[in-house]
């Protein structure tokens, strides 16, 4: 009797959860790695733009502004937006509006051209990138620093890809403009394959929060910091991506092309970064990943600023990559959980963090290298990395320290 009631009770114990990956999850995927192709194919593109249109650093550097702009903006209307045309209108109208911002700078023979087109870029982006981290989160609840952490794998991947297009068709004479072309393709795929996928409903609180003067639910003290956190790191890593090729090709004997091709370090970097800290999360807290992130970055960037040789500024590139790869990602999955059943509103404000620190410092680190050079430029990476590690520390104190 007891063995018959031991085994009724082995079958009606419910099973664990477990991450599962269905059709919006893989839609999601996809689409975040063509947002990143786009976001990451600027920095490369940079040494081209700036001598084909004759721009300064300053003036160049209005490129990477207006894309950080437009994500500060949209940071500020996603929420709004969403609730309208509702999250699949969102996913598939920031898509489609990041591909024309796209052919913007691909078609435009004149800066303003240019920079507008990087403009559409960032705003409508940023509403694609929104609407895939909060329903990713909403959709994976449990497991959203796993989901989160797996695209951004998909995201690295495409982002990889980006300065070795502009390196081949650069290499090969065929112009930097082509380089924007071929992922555009993948919108089309992506659409024609996941068009009518069901997409997740926002998820509810589970207990009544505090109130704002509006009505709406404030977002904690923790969400905070880690909305500082997002801040600081998008500086450091933004400056990176935008004007690594620049610097490379600035301070060493690479050829521009060569020096675009080069920053594919940071990207694989990123990739293989993500790669691991997708299993890292299933076992770690995803705070004391992303601390040790932080440290690792901050242990290759002198190497890449300070060491003359090009081959070690490529390995000081890896490893800031490496250390920076799931800086991101780990800190908006902390942050949405902080702010239970407000995954919407939550992943827009990060926006404006990402967006106002993209939007700032790469256009000093541009304005400083007219007046003092690109490599003493590059120095304000340092403290943004230092004090980024200082807010995941103050984020600790607030938050529960579990694993992913």
């Known amino acids: 009797m007891s063995s018959t009631t031991t085994t009724i009770h082995e079958i009606e114990k419910p099973a664990a959860p477990r991450f599962v990956r269905g059709r ?3 839609a999601s995927y996809w689409m975040l790695g063509y947002f990143a192709f786009f976001d990451a194919i600027l920095g ?7 001598g084909d249109l004759r721009l300064s650093y300053t003036l160049a550097s209005l490129h990477f502004s207006a894309f950080a702009l437009g994500a500060v903006a949209m940071g500020t209307l996603a929420d709004r937006i ?3 045309v509702g999250r699949r209108g969102a996913f598939w109208g920031g898509g489609i509006g990041m591909a024309a911002g796209a052919l913007l700078v691909a078609l435009s023979p004149v800066a303003a051209g240019t920079i507008l087109g990087a403009l559409l870029m960032g705003l409508l982006g940023s509403l694609l990138l929104i609407t895939i981290q909060a329903a990713l989160a909403d959709r994976h609840r449990l497991f959203s620093s796993v989901a989160l952490t797996e695209a951004n794998v998909f995201a690295s991947g495409f982002a990889l890809l980006a300065p070795l297009m502009v390196g081949l068709v650069t290499g090969a004479g065929l112009g930097w403009r082509l380089a924007l072309f071929p992922v555009l393709a993948l919108l089309a795929v992506v659409g024609l394959r996941y068009w009518s996928v069901p997409f997740p409903e926002r998820a509810a609180a589970h207990h009544e929060p505090a109130k704002a003067t509006d009505g709406r639910a404030r977002l904690p003290l923790a969400y905070w910091m880690f909305w500082c956190l997002i801040a600081l790191e998008t500086g450091a890593e933004w400056s990176v991506v935008y004007w690594g090729a620049s610097f490379l090709a600035s301070d060493s004997p690479l050829s521009k092309a060569d020096a675009a091709t080069a920053m594919a370090a940071f990207f694989l970097a990123m990739l293989i970064g993500r790669v691991i800290g997708s299993r890292l999360t299933r076992a770690f807290p995803g705070l004391l990943v992303l601390a040790a992130s932080l ?3 901050l242990v290759g960037f002198p190497l890449f600023w300070l060491v003359p040789l090009p081959l070690m500024r490529v390995v000081g590139l890896f490893i800031v990559g490496l250390g920076l790869a799931n800086v991101y990602p780990l800190g908006v999955a902390l942050a949405t959980e902080a702010a239970p059943g407000q ?3 939550a992943s827009a404000r990060l926006s404006i963090a990402a967006g106002l620190s993209a939007l700032i410092a790469p256009f000093i680190l541009g ?7 690109i490599g003493q430029a590059f ?4 403290p943004l990395l230092v004090l980024a590690l200082l807010a995941a520390g103050l984020a600790g104190r607030g938050h ?3 694993p992913a």
């Open 24 to 26: 919006f999850t893989w």
């Open 44 to 50: 490369p593109l940079m040494p081209f733009i700036r």
């Open 82 to 84: 969403t609730s309208r």
């Open 295 to 297: 440290g690792i970055a």
């Open 343 to 345: 995954a919407d509103r």
């Open 367 to 373: 304005a400083l290298a007219d007046h003092i050079g």
């Open 379 to 382: 120095g304000i990476a340092i």
């Open 400 to 402: 529960t320290v579990a």
